[in-house]
């Protein structure tokens, strides 16, 4: 058995004459948050869809617990026990808190010749599952339109380990909540790895990443710029390698030489105008 629950060996993924990914080396261990970083266009949510068996690889090696793997479908990737967390969260608001919860996979009784919906023993589950994420559900049966979104984000991550994920993959977690929201959601990110499964969190903010990974992958327009354990680079030079070191500082200097040019055309003006100003008192 590996000791990587999961890995990818230069996979490439292409649409067309695009190249979407290229050469992606990526290790993931259980019990632990490995981080996706990169800004808008880096190629991550190519690469998790290619993790959760929406896009096939056109180059290179997927393998899952050791074994090479090639998903047919997303179908395939939540039954080998890996389990996606899209921004849109996959919830429907007007539906209860139990209902979300067993979506797709609901919990049925035999009555007679009909198997119906056990509400009584799916509500307990819901309940429960939340209750292990920090959540406390007065009534499961509410829509869940009535929760906050860092709720909501709970009650999705807390639904994929009911039902056996083994890989959790999170797709910008806390991009549209506020401070204590993204705080709640780290937590039960904390509790999944604590859990033993391996998080993958994807994020274009180093703030929220770096507190709670334990490894950091970073993208940028479809490449790796590599992999690093926490203890091995600080938070600041993922920020520098974000934002790319070298733009950084001839944005930097671009700036000041429009400040120079906007200032001494300001002053410019001022001179002309005083001069207009003198000249027209000496005419009078």
Known sequence: MSDYILELKKVSRYFGSVIALKDIDMKVKLGEVHCLLGDNGAGKSTLIKTLAGVHKASEGEFLLDGQTTEFESPKDALDAGIATVYQDLALV??????????????????????????????????????????????DPEHPIGTMSGGERQCLAIARAIHFGAKVLILDEPTAALGVKQSANVLKVVARARARGLAVILITHNVHHAYPIADHFTLLNRGKSLGSWLKADVSREEILEMMAGGQELEDLESELAEFTRTDAAANAGEGSTFEAAAAAQNAHH
Do not use: C, H
């Open 93 to 138: 608001p007007l539906m209860s808190v139990t209902r979300n919860f067993f979506m797709g996979r609901e919990l049925t009784k035999k009555i007679g010749p009909f198997n119906i919906f056990d509400t009584k023993r799916a509500n307990e589950i819901a309940r429960a599952g939340l209750a292990e994420m920090g959540i406390d559900v007065r």
